[in-house]
């Protein structure tokens, strides 16, 4: 459980004890709340210390750290995505640029300077 969980439980459990009708049992049950609660948040300290901690000693330790991942987003309007179509990619294809011949003067011969694969 992540702690909205928790949290979310917690509040729904609080609405119930209003009607429990043991003034002892009430006070009782709700201090137990609050101490959950205050555990379930010094967890989640406790958990992002030690994942700092693992991410130090893996820089130390020459590794790469996390990656920067950014959060995707999505736009409500699906016609101004950047995405080419498949009309487009098609167009475009695969086409090599060639090398272009190139010639050359050496007194009175004219010799072409080709790539190996046509000659």
């Known amino acids: 459980m992540n702690r909205r969980n928790i949290k979310k439980v917690l509040d729904e459990l609080t609405g119930d004890i209003d009607s429990i ?42 590794e790469q750290g996390k990656p920067d991942i950014r959060e995707q987003t999505k736009d409500d309007d699906p016609d101004s995505s950047d995405h080419s179509s498949e009309k487009d990619r098609n167009k475009r294809g695969n086409k090599k640029e060639r090398k272009p011949v190139s010639f050359r003067y050496y007194r009175g011969n004219v010799s072409l300077d080709c790539p190996s694969s046509m000659s």
């Open 21 to 62: 009708a043991d003034k002892k049992a009430v006070s009782i049950i709700k201090a137990l709340i609050n101490l959950v609660e205050m555990l379930a948040e010094e967890n989640a300290r406790l958990k992002e210390t030690v994942q700092k901690l693992k991410d130090e000693v893996n820089r130390l330790k020459g």
